[in-house]
């Protein structure tokens, strides 16, 4: 009866974890959406006043809440992209509008992007499959932070091909502070990994554009590699490494011959660090194991 008991609130403990899940992706979306806009204002509004110009932001043909100090990621509130009618309290019901609308607005009846059910349900999934692995534990609240913000990593690179310092920075931050407790691995194994996840792709970087004369990947990149080695150790970089190096070329490969593009076009390598160190967060001491012992 007690094991039934506990098995029984467990699965209470997941399912409130994966609903969690589901508002927090609902506010992803808002990130993914709103933060690479915020980020264009303020350069924008940096450039203009570097030129001395300030003065003609609000006077360009552009959206005015996305113009002037006010736009965040709580205002203006939520709207439909396509005739920006306000969204209602239910509209925004994560999953469920989504479903009650049958994906389209309710007063043009434009389809809604899939990205926004996707989002919500990935990051409810990944949620309840984090309590399940740590528990309700310090590893089990810090890696539910983690996985978020990679989502909203993600979904930003998707988007935008950027990784804003906003997000990467206190990742790489938060993931030493915790590790002087040693939450994920000890401290100097994280400080080393934020360095050696740094450099390696920085090295990289530089030797191709030495070798041809282009830009291989952003600097985003390094940070949030810098961020995963600060979380997880530097042992666990050369798997990060070569998973996500595994799943860009089989995904880039199937992008480039579904959309036809061309090959010198730019694809995002951020979602397949954030991708590898969300399974070696969950797995990598695991998967490095096996590995050894086929040997």
Sequence with gaps: MVNSVELYSFEVVIFGA?????????FLNVVIYRLPHQL???????????LGQAESIDSENVDHD???NKFSLVYPPSRCPHCETPLEPWQNIPLIS???LRGRCKACSEPISLQYPAVELICGLMSAFIIFHFGLTE??????VFTWILIALTGIDLDCQLLPDNLTLPL???GLLINIGGVYTDLVSAVIGAA????????????????TGKEGMGHGDFKLLAALGAWLGWQQLPLIVLLSSLVGAIIGTVILLLKKQDRQNAIAFGPYLAIAGWVALVAGDQITSSYLNSF
């Design 40 to 50: 264009q204002i303020s350069w924008r509004r940096d450039a203009l006043d570097f």
């Design 172 to 174: 790489l931050w938060l």
């Design 196 to 211: 050696a996840g740094y450099l390696s792709l920085w090295t990289i970087y530089w030797a191709f554009k030495l070798i």
């Design 139 to 144: 590893q089990g609240f810090f890696a539910l």
């Design 98 to 100: 989504y479903l009650i």
């Design 66 to 68: 996305t113009s002037n």
């Design 18 to 26: 994966a609903m969690l899940g589901l508002i927090i992706g609902s």
